[in-house]
């Protein structure tokens, strides 16, 4: 009875991160829109890299960060504002960035 009842909370446990890990890149475009993201992070810009090429180089760990707290995951003097956003946001704007990577 214990074995079952724990392979039904990791299920349970998995199927929740699952559901977590998986954004909607529509609502995530939308974000990355509303937060004019692209004025530093188009082609050619000297403020940041293109959005395409940073979901193309970097785990979902190292947007997160960069994303919340620039200035410990990129450079302490770096000008990029911390984005103040709720885990789903953070996903949909992942999913967004996965969605225009350049591999």
């Known amino acids: ?3 079952v009842a724990t392979a039904l909370v990791l299920l349970l446990l998995g199927i929740a991160a ?3 890990a998986q954004g909607d890149a529509a609502k995530g475009k939308a974000i990355v829109e509303k937060k004019k993201c692209a004025v530093c992070h188009k082609a050619g810009s000297k403020e940041g890299k293109p959005m395409e090429e940073l979901a193309g180089t970097h785990n979902d760990a190292h947007l997160k960060g960069s994303i919340t707290d620039p200035k410990k995951f990129i450079k302490p ?3 990029m504002p911390a984005a103040k956003l709720s885990d789903q946001e953070l996903q949909d704007v992942i ?3 996965r969605s225009i990577a350049k591999k």
């Open 95 to 97: 999913a967004y960035l």
């Open 1 to 3: 009875m214990k074995t």
């Open 18 to 20: 699952s559901a977590w």
């Open 77 to 79: 003097d770096i000008k």
